[in-house]
């Protein structure tokens, strides 16, 4: 098992900055991936940011590249998502997750709790 907990979360107006971070504990020999999802009030989960977690290869989802970027720290541990420039849609709960090695690709194992970002105009 892995647990995972995130922190950083808070309110800005648009333009500002705020980094993320999402702390691992457990098993965290068996991550191979990681990644930033969120969930905006009345609209469906998705994938901010991945990232392999020995390699550190990343893939963003588009809305978000150029301004997001996210990062880890093995030696702690540690996943981070900076993130730019925001503006009011990035308003969101965000959540740190993990897959396992070996799982489906598809599927992400373990989950924070969330983190709330409110970005006003």
């Known amino acids: 098992q892995v647990q995972l907990v995130e922190s950083g979360g808070g309110s800005v107006q648009a333009g500002n900055s705020l980094r993320l971070s999402c702390g691992a504990s457990g098993y965290t020999s068996d991550i191979h991936t990681m990644a930033w999802f969120r969930q905006a009030p009345g609209k469906e989960r998705e994938v901010v940011a991945q990232?392999?977690?020995?390699?550190?290869?990343?893939i963003y989802e588009d809305s978000v590249k150029g301004r997001f970027t996210v990062d880890r720290d093995r030696a702690k541990n540690t996943l981070y998502l900076q993130m730019n420039n925001l503006k009011p849609e990035d308003t969101a709960v965000y959540y740190c997750?993990?897959?396992?090695?070996?799982?489906?690709?598809?599927?992400?194992?373990?989950w924070g709790q969330g983190t709330q970002v409110t970005v006003s105009s």
């Open positions: 997750a993990a897959r396992r090695r070996g799982a489906i690709p598809t599927i992400y194992n373990w």
């Open positions: 990232i392999i977690w020995r390699l550190g290869s990343t």
